[in-house]
């Protein structure tokens, strides 16, 4: 042994560590990844030595190559070993590699909460801070379910540092187990008062962020915050407390009014920059919640605004960056504070941080006016011009879009303008938003009719010069403005100077480099162009421009055919035919334009993009539901391919909707109006709306006369500028008539008050040069308004959305850490709490337990102690009536004792091994009753299963903890306190064979009825004195080929059960079953008896009738059964301690009674399976081949049972308060052994 | 809250990193190349904020950094926090390192961290962080009451022999001498033979 640990620590001298590893690396710089693979290996060699110091080592090493991106997920189980060292250096190492590498998906993490819990509670206090901010790092629902109350014990600590620690960590707690909120916020609340400014800090911390998602919950505690802001010098805590303000005055505009001035005061006083700035910024948020009636409001707009320009005018650039950003804020709402800025803000374009500029950009977006919005723009290209560097330059591109397209062009007045300045963009190389460039051009085009004809006319003249654009063909890069080019010229045809020269330009060879889906457009719009030139030289006695556009069609065509790109291709092709067509026919003299023009006609309207989206689904019309039958579970997969090539369904479908004829819609509609109108919450389309496009039509408006002083022809001129000098000129103009107007005015109405308004700079006097209707976007036409559209569903903070105001319930305990996840009970305690809700399912009715549990642990501890003494007794008192025995029972005893007794004081792992095996299956225990909702009818026979499987699962689970009870001792006599973990040792066990509590009620040719062995026992004893109700799961199984329906379920009641009915139904009345079998189908139904006496098994006699219905034929059939109610099927399982197990053993009402059973050769596990999982029993202990038994009848009968077993001989000594029930059950046990 | 602490130096090379939200590794290398992508291109007269956009987080979470001789440090914070103080905590960080590290250095100015102290004590550096930022969220700004408590968790490593325990120490020299191959299981017979010097310093 000694030789060993020399060897050991010699080995180690040669493992690196951490240093020795860097090293390496940076020694190995050309061949890193080489040498970190070897570096891993050996890793992986010092993770599988016993030493924990060697473990720590390595683990601390696998923590660096994290950092450097290696996945170390493998060594996770590794890490939780170090994590559990009782050394605080390895404890440490641990928790730093697992905040670093644990998340919600590992797996080991559910291995941690004992041990966790074990060092949150440590005595040295680095060992819970320890374990408090690893466990920061990675929390998930369980642990913070699990830990919760620990973490909420440990806020009251008596050293501050844990209190900090624990405070700040609940807010993590909170974000993944919201229940925990409303019992821990009381304690949180009093930490905002702690002496300690860590602590204090730390609770302002945590409620500020919680209050940040949630404001409305906490507006109770401003008085306390607005307390803490005036005392409080720490200037952490008064910039969280003030940015909590600026979260909560949007709610209650009072306490704005109560902020401004403590606020001005430190805004005068602070010398702290950041404590300023968000002074500043706070401020700023009152003064947008405040409605604008204040009259000291400009006062404090004016000093925010002034302090702001102290910021932006300081050459520290991030005083400079923040004024900006604060400054942002203010214009939302006072945009004229800040516009008297501009000149401020154009300057901060040209700051040579990129940061800034934007900021200023950010700014400039609220700046514009219909005034300055061509100047600004101008300044913007100015800068687009001289920008390095494509973000930055796509930035400003976007910004300028944004800028002229912000509230529906409100700010545009020269469209002619706009469209220049967007053809001016498309110089731009190496852009990637010529997606929003051709946008912006449809949109345009689209929603501005009167500016059609000189954006054809400019698009025209973009094709024409294509080969400029066609540099960059990568996605989204600028050659996407062709796109809304040639669709313009297509679509707006009409306003072509000269469609064919557009033609011509569309149709180059060069086109075929572009990507498909421009192609595509091409190829359709030059179909479009196409219809137009014939229109317009119809008629004419030389057809010869016809034929050749026709010629020229024919002759590009082909091009397109070969793209590889379908859609190109086809079109292409589908055109191409019929150009051949139209060429045949007009070589026959035929008019065609007429019917050419027709396939193109029909005016496009703009669609919101959220249009879909808003229309309202109608009533009566349920999307979730299934069309046809959903496919049921037992079809077979290779059914299905024939029902998709089925054709003829959606044909059916599809002819059934043209039946529907325009008398039936215009039914309907009007029925949907009527609807609309008597509903109150219906927002009907306002008139002006509707106007927009039910216009008489475009004629009305003035088609724009394009000044043609304005150069068009020539490509990529910066011409927009022009337009800002037309623009300067007319406005002089204008505003000189105006003068002369207002002099007239004046010399008429003289004497009378001059508007203050009316001054020749305020917006309402700059006129659009052109008159334009920019027609809205359709929505359906009854679109419901709704603004919810971006909130995102899958936000954590919005579980936390939780009335902390209110009292708490009782409900409402966090739940309290238990001896083990399941705790078995006495059955005293059982008999209060009725059943027992399975924990995942109904936690709230858990916690009411937990306190009970709480109370009772104390209670427990020193049960436990006795627990020992009282095993001896348990067995003694079972034998006294079986003395030949003893002799036998007395070897086990040996063995007995110290699992008993280790059971308390479980190593780390073995107990959390326990916890994993019992969370991973949580309804494991046999000891809960199973769910009894009858509304699970389709989930019970798979939960079948499950609780079969786990029944054995947890058979294992038991062995594998006396295992480790076992080794446990072995460490604790010779190893001391070296915490080295025994892993992956479990014994494989021969699987428990299947089990089947389903049993053959009755069959005919036609049905099949499997009656459940009548485990869905439930009492409801407080309701009625002496009656219990049973509930019994039948399977009906269709076994023909036939339809059936109208099954009716009856049985003849005995004066002991009765089979219940609904209310008013005659004592003799069947029940109908509430479903129908297609041929080969099974299903389940429940039925509810009730039942006087249990002592006795029963039979009831029953028929079920039902109609088989064919093709051919429908008849009637009935089967007849009888229902077996065995006194097993009362007995529910129930857990029980082995104190109160003793105890009840102890107080002499029992009888007892025996049974031996001969030649059973399954292993004694498999018997205890057996017996527990047919007749509804828990183990209280066992002891290699002696176990005790418990169950509980519905009617409260106590049922123990001591099996013993010695060469495939088993007896089982029982005892009972009911001896006929006793022997009852112990037949049917016998039966049930008889069987196998 | 601070979602990332990012530590790296003039060529992008991490240096210690701390997400407080999981990211797979390759996503955590993705995330520091960008931010480095980002953050390096920058003159050092420019302002410490940068939009992370969609980095980490979205337009709610912004990058604050700062730049020390070799190194970058890089908080991604969202807007709880207060940019400036993130600026004074990242100074604050820099100083308890070269305090903490190495306590013999204390007369280096801060302004100085020296890359090499980090890149050799990435868990000691972890340590002090630990004791500053908590889960994402600022746990203590006392410069005393922080200095404490790293100074006391060092003493217990100390007196509990530290991981790298004597010996070990001693033979560092040998690992070091780039042997081509270090065998890795002696023979315990030739235990005087095989082992150069097993002498401390």
Known sequence: MALKIVKGSIDRMFDKNL??????????????????????????????????????????????????????????????????????????????????????????????????????????????????????????????????????????????????????????????????????????????????????????????????????????????????????????????????????????????????????????????????????????????????????????????????????????????????????????????????????????LDDKDESIRLRALDLLYGMVSKKNLMEIVKKLMLHVDKA???????????????????????????????????????????????????????????????????????????LDNAHLLTGNTQHNGICEVLYAAAWICGEFSEHLEDPMQTLEAMLRPKVATLPGHIQAVYVQNAAKLFATVLRKHEGETDSHAVQETSQLLIDRLPLFVQSANLEV??????????????????????????????????????????????????EGLDLDAWINKPPSESESEDEKPKAVFAKEEPKHSRSRHTEVDEKELAKRREARKQEQANNPFYIKASPSSQKVYDAPGVEHIPVVQIDLSVPLKVPGMPMSDQYLKLEEERRQKEKAERKKKEKKKKREKRGKERKADSGPESEEDITPAHQVDIVTEEMPENALPS??????????????????????ADSEKLPVRTHRPEVLKSPAEDRVNESIPQETKKRSSKEKKEKKKGKEKDRKRSKEEKKKKKHKEVEEELLESHPEEAVQSEETKEAATPPTSAEEETTPLSAAAADMSSAAAPESEPDEPKDAEPEDTKSSKHKKKKQKKEKEEKEKKKKKRHHHHHHHHHHHSDAGGDDSVQNGTVEEEEPLPPMSNYSLLAENSYIKMMKEDADQVYDIQGNHQDESKVVVSVIFENKSDSFLKSMEFNVLDSLNSKLQRPEGAGAHDSLTVPFQLPPGISNEARFVFSVQSIVMPQKLKGTLTFIVKSDESSTHEKLDFKLHFTCTSYLITTPCYSDAYAKLLESGDLKGSSL???????????????????????????????????????????????????DQTVSIDAKCDEPSLLGNVLDEIKQTFSKC | MIKAILIFNNHGKPRLIRFYQYFAED???????????????????????????????????????????????????????????????????????????????????????????????????????????????????????????????????????????????????????????????????????????????
């Not at chain 1, 193109?600 to 919101?608: I, T």
């Not at chain 2, 017979?189 to 002498?199: E, H, M, Q, T």
């Open chain 1, 569 to 618: 291709q086809e079109r292409a092709s589908c055109i191409l035919q019929l150009v051949k067509y139209i060429q045949k026919l007009q070589q026959k003299k035929v008019e065609v334009a007429e019917e050419v023009t027709a396939l193109f006609a029909g005016e496009l309207n703009p669609v919101a993009p959220k249009a879909q989206k808003k229309v309202p689904v109608p």
């Open chain 1, 19 to 348: 240093q020795d590893l860097v090293r390496g690396i940076r020694n190995h710089k050309e061949d890193e990844a080489k040498y970190i693979s070897t570096c891993i290996d050996e890793i992986k060699q010092e993770l599988k030595q016993d030493n924990i110091a060697v473990k720590a080592n390595a683990v601390c090493k696998l923590t660096y190559l994290q950092m450097l991106g290696y996945d170390v997920s493998w060594a996770a189980f590794n890490i939780v070993e170090v994590m559990s060292s009782s050394k605080f250096t390895y404890k440490r190492i641990g928790y730093l590699a697992a905040s670093q590498c644990f998340h919600e998906g590992t797996d080991v993490i559910m291995l941690t909460t004992n041990q966790i819990r074990k060092d949150l509670s440590s005595p040295h206090q680095y060992d819970t801070g320890v374990a408090l901010t690893g466990l920061s790092c990675f929390v998930t629902p369980d642990l913070a379910r699990d830990l919760a109350n620990d973490i909420m014990t440990l806020m009251s600590h008596t050293k501050p540092y844990i209190r900090k620690k624990a405070v700040l960590i609940m807010y993590k707690v909170f974000l993944k187990y919201p229940e925990s909120l409303r019992p821990a916020f009381p304690r949180l609340k009093e930490k905002l008062e702690d002496p300690d400014p860590g602590v204090q800090s730390a609770a302002v911390n945590v409620i500020c962020e919680l209050a940040r998602r949630n404001p409305k919950n906490y507006l109770s505690l401003a008085p306390l915050f607005f307390k803490l802001m005036t005392s409080s010098t720490n200037n952490w805590v008064l910039i969280k407390i003030i940015k909590l303000f600026g979260a909560l005055t949007p709610l209650e505009p009072r306490l704005g009014k109560k902020m401004i001035e403590p606020l001005t005061n430190l805004i005068h006083s602070t010398s702290a920059m950041s404590l300023l700035y968000e002074c500043v910024n706070t401020v700023i948020a009152v003064l947008i919640s405040l409605s604008s009636g204040m009259p000291n409001h400009s006062a404090s707009i004016q000093l925010c605004v002034q302090k702001l320009r102290i910021l932006i005018e300081d050459s520290d650039q991030n005083l400079k960056y923040l004024g900006l950003l604060a400054m942002s804020k203010i214009l939302k709402t006072h945009p004229k504070s800040v516009q008297s800025h501009k000149d401020l803000i154009l300057q901060c």
């Open chain 2, 27 to 201: 996503m955590q290398q993705q995330i520091i190349r960008e931010t480095f992508h980002l953050v390096s291109k920058r003159d050092d007269n420019v302002c410490n904020f940068l939009e992370g956009g969609s980095l980490i987080g979205g337009s709610d979470y912004k990058l604050i950094y700062r730049h020390y001789a070799t190194l970058y440090f890089v908080f991604c914070v969202d807007s709880s926090e207060s940019e400036l103080g993130i600026l004074d905590l990242i100074q604050l960080i820099c100083f308890f390192v070269s305090v903490c590290v190495f306590v013999e250095t204390l007369d280096k100015c801060f302004e100085n961290v020296c890359e090499l102290d980090l890149i050799f004590h990435m868990d000691k550096v972890h340590y002090i962080l630990q004791e500053v930022v908590m889960g994402g969220m600022v746990l203590e700004t006392n410069m005393n009451e922080i200095v404490a408590q790293v100074e006391l968790q060092n003493r217990m490593e100390k007196s509990e022999g530290g991981l790298s325990a004597a010996p070990a120490r001693a033979v560092s020299a040998v690992k070091n001498m780039n042997l081509p191959e270090i065998p890795r299981n002696i023979n315990i017979g030739d235990i005087n033979i095989k082992v150069p010097s097993l002498s401390p310093f």
């Open chain 1, 787 to 808: 603004d919810d559209d971006d909130k995102d569903p899958n936000d954590p903070h919005k579980a936390l959305d939780i009335d902390l105001d209110k009292p708490l």
């Open chain 1, 1156 to 1206: 031996r059973l001969e030649r059973i050769k399954m292993p004694f596990h498999h018997l205890l399976a057996r017996i527990c999982f047919h007749h509804h029993f828990s183990v209280v202990e066992r002891i290699d081949s002696c176990a005790s038994m418990y169950s509980r009848s519905i009617q409260g009968h106590h049922v123990c049972l001591l099996v013993k077993t010695s």
């Open chain 1, 388 to 462: 390095e560097g494509t973000t930055y330059r796509d930035e400003l591109l976007t910004k300028i879009i944004d800028i002229c397209s912000q509230s529906n062009y409100q700010y545009i007045t020269n469209f002619e303008w706009y469209i220049s300045i967007l053809v001016e963009l498309t110089r731009l190389e190496g852009t990637r938003h010529g997606h929003l460039i051709a946008s912006q051009m449809l949109d345009v085009a689209i929603r501005v009719k009167a500016i059609r004809g000189f954006a054809v006319a400019q698009m025209a003249t973009l």
